[in-house]
């Protein structure tokens, strides 16, 4: 990794840029994709299955017979791996349900608020070269707790047309059955203006490359909504004198070899640390069997010299990373300061692959610097929360004074007369 010590604040703007694309030129080929799904409906998934997937697609949703033989096919120690996360997972954002708020405010004025819960949700899980089954977990779990009437879970396939069984057999775990052969921009398509077999969805979420990103982007401004924004996935490493060279190295590496544009970044207060820790990466690097994309994303890496634990909260928070580790002494006080992260990791063994899968918090996170303004996916995700009022003849004499008032003050006669005729009639 570059080292970099103690660079000037201008210096540091240029380190910590993320890895830019042009999005028009993706958005030019997303756009007809949308438009052609829009109009030509499951027709229109075929045909792209067979033009971008090379895969002919007699049916578009898995059968329950596909369902049931995913189980025999995933191993047994992986299948007692998924249930342990799918606990924690399930206790962890159980555990958000809230009360719902019922309150009288003034005499004879009272509001109230629920959670309702989004009727039809969309989940999509990535397929590639590592289908991330653990993604039907974060997605699903909060989806079902929430209460979601309708769950669709859409995948791409390999060339015999088959679902990965690790997705299956998760799915199936959960109860998820509506299962749909269909990934890309296409599958956002499909799921944001539905199609002769596919509901329309009301909000979708999930991860995915740059065409399905920008796919949320587009039909996010077409009455549909999504889960956040999202780039590509990163990692902040903050390490001190104490820490382990090597830990922090396996940290940075386990995201790197997520995608070649993923941005991994170290910050240590001691040069000599950071030396130790990129010399771990060059050794781990020999090892990993995705190290030619690691070796990618490093490129877009840097390891940020600072003079103490100010100078590396300071840089911390105007990142806003996606995943941030705290792998040094006394990480619980610095944890405190944090207020820009999607996700915190604290002290030395608490690695980022315990969030990815199986301690409990949601894996689906704010990107590109999102984290200062987006929180990760929970079960607030899949809620809507509705507000209510109701106001007796007595609270509206109280009150209505009040409100003519201020509708007068904006010219707005015909709000003030709402109220106006109310009262003349209690009157």
Known sequence: MQIYVKPKENDLIQILRRPSYDLSKVEKIVDPILDKVKRGGDRALRKFALEYDHVELQELWVSEEELARAEDQVPKKLRKAIKVAKENIWKFHGAQRTSDLDMEVIKGINCSRKSV?????????PGGSAPLF?????????????????IILSTPTNRLAEVNAV???????????KILKVGGAQAIA??????ETVSKVDKIFGPGNQYVTVAKQLVAKDM?????????????????????????AADLLSQAEHGVDSQVILVSTSKKKAEEVSLQIEEQLKDLPRKDIAKEALKFSAAIVVEDREAALDIINKYGPEHLILSVSKPEKLAAKIVNAGSVFVGEYTPESAGDYASGTNHTLPTNGWARSYSGVSLDSFYKKITFQQITPEGLRSLGPHIETMAEAEQLEGHKNAVTIRLKHLS
């Open 134 to 150: 653990s993604t039907v977990l974060m997605l699903g779990i909060p989806a079902i707790i929430a209460g979601c009437e309708e």
């Open 190 to 195: 499909a799921m944001a203006y539905g199609t």
């Open 117 to 125: 819960p989004i009727q039809r949700v969309g989940l999509y899980v």
């Open 224 to 248: 549909v909504a999504i889960d956040m924004p999202a780039g590509p996935s990163e990692v902040l490493v903050f390490v001190d004198k104490e820490s382990n060279a090597a830990f922090a």
């Open 167 to 177: 997705v299956l057999y998760t799915a199936g775990l959960l109860g998820i059955k």
